[in-house]
């Protein structure tokens, strides 16, 4: 049985992707189509403040794009000169927060200096409203925004018409479902009913169900062992239910 996973794919250098291995330990043919692309902006905004730590308590990251934001702000000669000679050790002395731990470890005694968040133009009120409530100062900066990547609708339209129609397709964020459920749809037509929708987490699910899709799973965690157990499952009713 074929799954679609909307996801962009693993870095090649590490390996097969682990949800198209795990998928594959259950006898389902996964195929990889990449949904989004991540365009950086504000770069000089950001090196202008990076250019400043004395004014920021520290960094806060929720995201591995803005830390790649980082590395391109500091591409030119004279700011990577900058950086390593002064404004790198300055700012290692100071606290990082990273996601998931970062609400739990800023429950630490106010800073007065605010902390520096670069972050994407999507990002949730969740973090900078948990430590408006600690009495945290936050200051963000949007230096990336996520579009929908420029072969998605050909790389669709291709998949469809060479494999048919996938037995489930499995959305990986919000972003997914805005920019691929309206050509799932157009490409599945009245066969769509056939196809279970799975979801990485519940957030994406709120997603397809708000789009009027019911979702047939939702991964118990986000990684490939909960998500190819869930899929195996709500392809195999029957296996789960109790002998009369």
Known sequence: MKVLLLKDPKDKDSGPDPYIKELGSHSLEATLIPVLS???????????????????????????RA???????????????AWSKSLKQMW?????YVVGKATASLGEKPNSSALLFPCGALKREVLPTV???????????????TTQHPDLQE??????SQQGIPASIVFFSPSGVKFCLQHIQKLSG????QVKFAA?????????????????????????QDLAAGIHRALHPHNCSVPQ
């Open 155 to 160: 790389s669709l339209s291709s998949y469809f």
């Open 190 to 193: 009245d066969l769509i009913n």
């Open 67 to 81: 830390l790649e934001a980082i590395k391109m702000c500091l591409k030119e000669k004279s700011k990577k000169e």
């Open 200 to 224: 990485i987490g519940p957030t994406t699910a709120q997603a397809l169900e708000a789009a009027g899709i019911p979702v047939s799973c939702t991964a118990g965690s986000p990684t490939p």
């Open 38 to 64: 991540f365009e950086f902006i504000s770069l000089d905004s950001l090196f202008e403040k990076l250019s400043h730590p004395e004014c920021y308590g520290g960094l806060v990251f929720t995201s591995p």
């Open 92 to 96: 290692n002395i100071k606290p990082t």
């Open 131 to 145: 430590l408006r409530e600690k009495g945290i100062p936050l200051e963000s900066l949007t230096v990336y925004q």
